[in-house]
């Protein structure tokens, strides 16, 4: 289980590293906002967010979220507009796939707040997918017995190929993403409404029979 968390840790670092840097790039008015925001975090009083070798989660969370509040009308229209391009295809159904597995966070609060501060300084939606999966796919997969090196090949791979992203459903509260790795392989997110943003809350990776 050690390995499994090691694996995590360096999947997390990975996509936010990349994500941020994506992030900063962008050219939108609320990606520039974003960047300077997170350059005025590093240089907060030392003493209120950091003190020695504690970081205070509870003032970084809430330094976050103040900034996701009033900016919350420019995030849900960035993550609108990127999920407004997609097109339209229907869901993977089990009689073409095989579901490898389905991987949520339901009841670890903790997690779940950390990816709605995520989702706030990066709200991609397909970058936050994939920070999901590569967040909660290394457990699922080690549980289902499948070898480490095996883990970290598919992990490598879904974060270094390109899938070709659609959307299948949206409503008010609820929308459907799928990342398609060519023909065999596919990743499909649910996304609800937290806090401010859009986030992912569930999601499957099916394989073509």
Same mark, same amino acid.
């Given at each position: 289980?050690? +390995?499994?968390?090691?694996?995590?840790?360096?999947?997390? =670092?990975?996509?936010?590293?990349?994500? %941020?840097?994506?992030?900063?790039? !962008?050219?939108?008015?609320?990606?520039?906002?974003?960047?300077? @925001?997170? &350059?005025? =975090? *590093? &240089? /907060?009083?030392?003493?209120?967010?950091?003190? !020695?070798?504690?970081?205070?989660?509870? $003032?970084?969370?809430?330094?976050? =979220?103040?900034?996701?509040? +009033?900016?919350?009308? /420019?995030?849900?229209?960035?993550?609108?507009?990127?999920?407004?391009?997609?097109?339209?295809?229907?869901?993977?159904?089990?009689?073409?796939?095989?579901?490898?597995?389905?991987?949520?966070?339901?009841?670890?609060?903790?997690?779940? +707040? %950390?990816?709605?501060?995520?989702?706030?300084?990066?709200?991609?939606?397909?970058?936050?997918?994939? @920070?999901?999966?590569?967040?909660?796919?290394?457990?699922?997969?080690?549980?289902?017995? %499948?070898?480490?090196? $095996?883990?970290?090949?598919?992990?490598? @791979? @879904?974060?270094?190929?390109?899938?070709?992203?659609?959307? *299948?459903?949206?409503n008010d509260d609820t929308m459907i993403l799928?990342?398609?790795?060519?023909?065999?392989?596919?990743?499909?997110?649910?996304?609800?409404?937290?806090? %401010?943003? #859009?986030?992912?809350?569930?999601?499957? #990776?099916? /394989?073509? +029979?």
């Open positions: 289980m050690k +390995k499994v968390l090691i694996i995590t840790s360096l999947c997390m =670092l990975v996509f936010f590293s990349w994500s %941020m840097t994506h992030a900063e790039k !962008g050219g939108d008015e609320i990606l520039e906002k974003i960047a300077a @925001f997170r &350059q005025a =975090l *590093s &240089q /907060q009083d030392i003493n209120k967010i950091r003190s !020695g070798n504690i970081v205070n989660k509870q $003032e970084l969370a809430e330094t976050i =979220l103040e900034f996701g509040k +009033k900016n919350e009308s /420019q995030i849900i229209a960035y993550q609108e507009k990127l999920v407004g391009r997609m097109e339209k295809k229907a869901m993977p159904t089990e009689e073409a796939y095989n579901r490898v597995c389905i991987a949520d966070a339901a009841g670890n609060e903790g997690f779940e +707040k %950390m990816v709605t501060l995520y989702s706030i300084l990066n709200p991609d939606p397909t970058t936050l997918a994939l @920070f999901y999966a590569g967040t909660l796919l290394p457990p699922v997969l080690h549980n289902r017995q %499948m070898q480490m090196d $095996e883990i970290t090949g598919w992990l490598s @791979f @879904f974060s270094f190929a390109a899938p070709a992203w659609f959307i *299948s459903e949206k799928h990342g398609f790795y060519g023909n065999r392989d596919v990743l499909t997110f649910k996304f609800t409404r937290a806090e %401010m943003v #859009w986030v992912p809350a569930m999601m499957y #990776w099916w /394989q073509k +029979k």
